[in-house]
């Protein structure tokens, strides 16, 4: 048999199969706490990053789309995302702004400024991070209460105002929840965030935000008949986002 040759010692800084160099990474596991359901019976789920360390001599590999939002992550932690959200939204309820979690961000691979930006102000614009729960207005009742597919049951509820009978039926399916029977348990602090979050992932919001358009990012979230004023109240909050990110969140 063969013997296993073994790596050679003038080889550090030859890229691994991660994108590391050779023995500069790490492994570290973030717990994501999830409810039992269906679709996650054992409530937590662990995921597992490498991470790039500089080698001895100082050089690394060029990072790959995970190492550069784990670099995001380093300066936002529960307490960043908090100054995150406050460049937009300074009055923004406590108890919203942290059902943020930066792990379940890093799960959907949310893990560019672009994209962070883009998320997060869509949620921003969709409640303020006021309330997660619809209060119907003359003409919101109006427009929909007569609408079998939203009306009063299906109104928009949670960070990313979830509507319409479908798209509850396909993010509780996606998640292993009812919503259609329990349309409620969309602003319930246990799914509030991973139905944003999965909404986005149906939207293909992290494709769209690669491309920079923005505009189309609201009305995959919005509607596409979002009204011209929630295009820019969107687009002038990625903004003010992107530019935080991009000088390093200070």
């Known amino acids: 048999m063969a013997k296993k040759s073994e790596p050679s010692a003038n080889n550090k800084n030859e890229p691994t199969s991660n994108g590391c160099p050779a023995g500069s990474h790490h492994v570290r596991e973030h717990p994501m706490h999830i409810p039992p359901s269906k679709k996650h019976p054992e409530g937590i789920v662990v995921i597992r990053h490498a991470h790039c360390r500089k080698s001895v001599n100082g050089s690394a590999a060029s990072p790959n789309k995970d190492e550069q939002f784990n670099d995001v992550l380093h300066i936002l932690d529960a307490d960043g995302i908090k100054k995150l959200i406050h460049q937009v939204n300074p009055k923004g309820s406590p108890k919203l702004i942290a059902l943020v979690d930066p792990t379940m961000l890093e799960k959907y691979a949310i893990n560019t400024p672009a994209r962070l930006a883009a998320f997060i102000a869509q ?46 039926r396909v993010i509780g399916n996606s998640i292993g929840i009812d919503l259609v029977n329990n349309p409620e348990l969309a602003v319930d602090d246990r799914y509030n965030f991973l139905i944003a979050l999965e909404f986005w992932k149906m939207q293909k919001g992290n494709k769209i935000a690669d491309t920079g358009d923005i505009d189309e990012v609201t009305r995959k979230i919005n509607g596409k008949n979002a009204t011209q004023e929630r295009l820019d109240k969107s687009r002038f909050r990625y903004e003010i986002l992107k530019k935080y990110l991009d000088e390093g969140a200070k």
């Open 123 to 168: 949620i921003s614009s969709e409640t303020d991070f006021h309330s997660s729960k619809e209060t119907p207005t003359k003409e919101y009742v109006e427009k929909y209460d007569n609408n079998p597919r939203i009306g009063n049951i299906y109104r928009g509820r949670g960070l990313i105002q979830l509507t319409n009978k479908n798209n509850y």
